[in-house]
């Protein structure tokens, strides 16, 4: 089989009955092999003869009966069936079913294949120096975490950049305070930063003078002046500081080597303009240097700025994304950039795309993605706020999961007081994550502390008390089923959970090309459902006989790794015990 994976496995023998039947070739892939969906009675569908169709000009119900007809698989499936307009219903056979069921438990990637190889790299994260992260950094740095552990196990080389925001106008007057409070750039601990930030803010707002010294401040900081730069490392430095305490709790895999501020683009911006003027896609509005990609047009209807170079001579965030781009395809070599950002920027990053494809960054090898996503919003549907009205501070919403998950683990465990600390951390904090990635990015959804941690329903909670059951049904056994044991598919719900499991990859595959978590957290979901239904119809330990109960060993084992491996491409830790 094709790196263990069902789809590619039935794709393989499509594409060969595609060839023989009407001459067409396609890849495994392409053979569009999906799990079915519920109600129709099959395991797998393929799905290729409906995009086939208009191609062959024949009707599709006509190219999947042809694949029907010359489809050698009779030792992988029960005869097809066609569907519908044109679908081809799978079901696979016992015999093989067992066979390959049994043959994961020797495979450390439970099937899933790993790809040809292409560097990414990810923007995902970017708080703001001087400024505690509160909760809108939440979905940034958790859904660009899962994509990096999804892309990872796939096989891609992945390049993490927070793009930090470090440069720019406010650091005058946070500079100017810094002076104010003593600092000389020699170290200076900010104990509070985002009331250091409003001290600073509130300075400039009510005395001129100390708005001047900020403006001249921000001359200085543009021009290279090493007491000032020093100054402006020290506030940079602080808040690295902080964000590392916020990324080790939150368990994510960005580090300080990851950071690449707004600063780090400063000097190449220049030259980006200088070179999108020589290519000849600039022209001057209003005194700034602009570019009008074709396509885009405000509500009058009249062509959209993308504004590279401010008429006094500054520049925005189009000129530090395009930096951004141009660095990463031409220095770095990246093929792929990804763009973990709010939905609310997604034309900004259209505009941005479509001029450095004008400009030669981007191309048929080298690609861009926004992977844009929603809100969270308070239970009154409004976006998450602090009962005061400000931004919840993240720091704070994390322990908060961490405390909260303390008292739902201690209604239940008899873990010793060390253990249950882990325990704790790793269900409040696996709490927040899958409540996040559970549903599809670009919508909101609503932080509810009392759904997340529900021990029932698709949440982490369950995924994690399951996979603890799991191992609690092997321990009792006393022994582990080694690979190569048999597996007896005789009973429903034990077919039903060896389909599940083989869907792995299929799962794995959706999330990752998709940029897609919430897919994956499904197919766990599934999995434990299945898992449950096999416990309550299948006695492991009270089996019939041996042969049986080493069989359904193997089910549970191979339950608790998929379990365990997909909650670690999300980024969220399976306890041994909860």
């Known amino acids: 089989m094709l790196g263990g994976d069902v789809g590619l496995e039935l794709g393989l023998r499509v594409a060969n009955a595609l060839k023989a039947a009407l001459d067409v070739e396609i890849t495994p892939v392409e053979a569009l092999i999906r799990p079915a969906a519920p109600g129709r009675g099959a395991d797998y569908q393929c799905n290729v003869a409906m995009s ?237 240097v602009c570019v009008f990609p074709p396509g885009f047009t405000n509500r009058e209807g009249e062509p959209l700025p993308l504004i590279v170079r401010k008429s006094d001579g500054g520049y925005g965030y189009a000129s530090t994304d395009l930096a951004t781009a141009r660095y990463w395809t031409r220095d770095r070599g990246a093929t792929d950039l990804l763009y973990v950002v709010g939905s609310p920027q997604a034309q900004h990053f259209k505009m941005v795309f479509a001029t450095a494809e004008a400009a030669g960054w981007l191309d048929d090898d080298h690609r861009a993605v926004h992977i844009g996503f929603g809100s969270i919003l308070g239970e009154d549907g409004k976006v998450l706020r602090t009962r005061a009205g400000g931004s919840v501070k993240l720091v704070d919403l994390l322990r908060e999961a961490v405390d909260r998950a303390t008292a739902v683990v201690a209604e239940r465990s008899k873990l010793d007081e060390a253990r249950r600390e882990a325990v704790s951390r790793a269900v409040g904090i696996g709490a927040v994550k899958y409540a996040d990635l559970s549903g599809d990015r670009e919508k909101d959804y609503v932080f509810a502390w009392d759904r997340m941690l529900a021990m029932e329903g698709n949440t982490s909670v369950y995924l994690q008390y399951a996979n603890a059951r799991v191992l609690s049904v092997v321990a009792r056994v006393g022994r582990e089923a080694e690979p190569g044991t048999p597996v007896l598919l005789a009973e429903a719900a034990e077919r039903a959970l060896a389909v599940k499991i083989l869907q792995l990859p299929a799962a794995v595959a959706a999330a990752t090309e998709e940029y897609a978590p919430h897919k994956l957290c499904t197919y766990l979901y599934e999995t434990a459902v299945a898992f449950s239904t096999f416990y309550e119809n299948c006695p492991v330990v009270q089996a019939p006989d041996d042969d049986t109960r080493m069989s359904r060993l193997v089910l549970a084992q191979l339950t608790s790794r998929v379990l365990a491996l997909g909650l670690s491409l999300l980024g969220i830790d399976a306890p041994n015990q909860l």
Not at 114 to 140: C, Q, W
Not at 266 to 278: D, H, K, Q, R, Y
């Open 52 to 288: 086939l169709a208009k191609r062959l000009g024949r009707p599709p119900r006509e190219v999947a009966e042809a694949i029907v007809a010359h489809l050698d698989a009779a030792d992988v499936v029960e005869r097809p069936e066609v569907a519908g307009p044109g679908f081809v219903n799978f079901t696979l056979r016992r015999e093989w079913l067992e066979a390959q069921t049994a043959r994961l438990l020797g495979d450390a990637r439970l099937g899933v294949p790993t790809v040809e190889p292409r560097r990414f790299a990810i923007d995902y994260g970017s708080p703001n120096v001087a400024k505690e992260m509160h909760v809108g950094h939440l979905r940034s740095s958790i859904i660009g975490d899962a994509v990096v552990r999804l892309l990872e196990f796939a096989g891609h080389e992945v390049i993490r950049h927070n793009h930090l925001g470090d440069w720019g106008t406010p650091f005058g007057m946070l500079i100017e305070h810094l002076v104010d409070q003593g600092s000389t750039g020699a170290g200076h601990s900010i104990g509070d930063l985002n009331g250091f930030y409003q001290e600073a803010r509130k300075k400039f707002d009510a005395d001129p003078e100390f708005a001047d010294r900020a403006r001249r401040r921000v001359v200085a900081l543009q021009g290279g002046d090493e007491t000032t730069l020093a100054l402006w490392r020290e506030l940079v430095e602080e808040s690295e500081r902080h964000f590392a305490a916020v990324y080790e709790l939150l368990g994510v895999k960005l580090t300080a080597d990851d950071y690449y501020g707004e600063s780090f683009y400063n000097p190449f911006l220049g030259e980006v303009v200088e070179e999108l003027e020589a290519k000849g896609l600039t022209s001057i509005s209003d005194g700034a």
